[in-house]
């Protein structure tokens, strides 16, 4: 079974990743050799996949600098499965919280999804002619021959004469593509239709099990009775609506759910990537009580599912061996070694990103395919309201940013976003109403944001 790992090489994989994220080549160089491996790894004999284990990361860095964006876009590139979970959110057994088992599960539901837009997406010609044609038969409201021809049977009347079949074959084929040319110009989006659609009768019950809460699915269509598998209901809808219906139910009939959960199972196993964030909140030795004291317990619980185990769930059991885990925290208040040793031997790469400069915020309003800048011309543009951003204003910009993070708390590049919104409060609140040009220039920059970044260095208040 083929896995959705394109053939990229490191090189080009960092290319991708700059279209997004500026700077920190050393983790983009780190995160492209990790989806290489994977490429080489199914190049391999089957026999010898098994002992080649993923080499999992270690990112370092403060927050807002691109660590979770460098994780998300990385597996956006390989079309792979990916889940991002704070490792806070997880407790020692024994205590209030998630189970370290449920990020595997997540991963796997997140992969049935994917699996199922791709094979909906490669029969959807096949499901759109299918539902095509079911709003076309519904559309047709000339009695049929035949049925004209048994109601006078079984109402006692005459005999009609005998039928030109083939003739009234051509003309209800003559007629239909009239209706279907119809239905392609929109012609018919606003009449209402009767559609029976089928409806899943198998619900999920929520059951507690070794590994923590899961999903357990009931097969009623074994049941019978009043249980039943699937049933039909009948409600009315306009055209445009019950085309899209149509549609998913027809690409349902046309796949196997078994093999979607199957195919999802291999790719999660083989090309899945976890995000395992704030592990540096649960660095710190445990030693007493208090609500630090599942810490290490934490570390613990994580260790057995990075190494490799077994986890179950709903759509079967999950082995993490070739799991890609990319672990990342700030560190501030502790370091990598502050780790259980052995949690410390499942992350042998270590990579460190650095804090954002002036310029590198000057970059990232001006660099990335989804750049912020280009973000809000293009938002407001919807409305009427034509901005542009001068060069001495991205520099202006990226100076306060720069000197907001230096004197209060730096969260990186999410500042940006932060100073953005104030600068563009005026428009954002009025474009309803009114359409304007404005432009942006180091001047007017400094006189919106000024007040804002005076208030946050000298009370520390929040910008």
């Known amino acids: 079974m083929p896995l959705p790992i394109e053939d990229l090489t490191p090189r080009q994989i960092v290319a991708e990743l700059d279209k997004y994220i500026v700077g920190q080549n ?43 964006e460098i994780a ?19 407790t020692e057994v024994g205590y209030v919280g998630r189970d370290v088992e449920s990020m595997v599960r997540d991963l796997v539901s997140v992969a049935v999804r994917l699996v199922e837009k791709e094979r909906y997406e490669a029969v959807r010609e096949d499901a759109e002619r299918e539902a095509e044609n079911r709003l076309v038969e519904m559309l047709d409201d000339t009695p049929a021959v035949w049925n004209r021809y048994q ?20 003309e209800r084929e003559q007629r239909r593509e009239e209706i279907r040319a119809k239905l392609r110009s929109g012609e018919f989006d606003d009449r209402m239709v009767e559609i029976d659609v089928e409806e899943s009768n198998n619900p999920f019950l929520q059951v507690f099990t070794p590994g923590g809460m899961e999903e357990m699915g009931i097969d009623t269509n074994q049941l019978g009775g009043a249980f039943g598998g699937t049933k039909h209901s009948t409600r009315k809808s306009y055209v445009r609506e019950a085309r899209e219906v149509l549609i998913e139910e027809e690409s349902k009939k046309m796949v196997d759910r078994s093999s979607i959960q199957r195919e999802a199972i291999n790719r999660a196993e083989q090309s899945g990537i976890i995000f395992l964030d704030e592990i540096d909140k649960v660095a710190g030795k445990s030693g007493g009580s208090g609500p630090d004291v599942s810490r290490e317990g934490v570390q613990r619980d994580l260790l057995p599912i990075i190494e490799g185990s077994t986890v179950a769930s709903k759509f079967g059991s999950i082995r993490t061996d070739h799991i890609l885990f990319i672990a990342a925290g700030a560190f501030h208040m502790s370091k990598p070694s502050d780790l259980i040793p052995e949690l410390q031997g499942r992350l042998p790469i270590r990579v460190e990103l650095e804090s954002l400069s002036q310029d590198d915020f000057r970059r990232i309003l001006l660099e990335p395919k989804n750049a912020l800048t280009k973000q809000y011309v293009k938002l407001l543009a919807v409305e009427g309201v034509d901005i542009s951003f001068s060069a001495d204003a991205m520099d202006q ?10 004197k ?12 953005m919104e104030r600068l563009l409060e005026p428009e954002l609140f009025d474009a309803p109403e009114t359409a304007v040009n404005v432009r942006f220039d180091a001047a007017l920059v400094e006189r919106r944001l000024a007040p804002f970044v005076r208030e946050a260095v000298t009370n520390r208040s929040i910008l």
């Open 408 to 419: 209060t708390e730096n969260i990186g590049a999410r500042r940006l976003h932060t100073m």
């Open 397 to 406: 910009i990226a100076k306060m940013a720069a000197e907001v993070n230096e």
């Open 151 to 170: 109601t006078s049977v079984f109402t006692g009347q005459e005999e009609p004469e005998e039928v030109d079949w083939e003739a009234e074959e051509r």
């Open 26 to 68: 050393a983790a983009k160089r780190a995160v492209a050799v990790a989806l290489r491996n994977r490429y080489r790894r199914q190049q391999l004999p089957e026999a010898e996949r098994e002992d080649v284990l993923p080499k999992n990361i270690l990112m370092m860095g403060p927050t807002g600098v691109g660590k979770t």
């Open 72 to 90: 998300r876009r990385l597996a956006q590139l390989a079309r792979a499965p990916f889940v991002k979970v704070e490792a806070t959110k997880f």
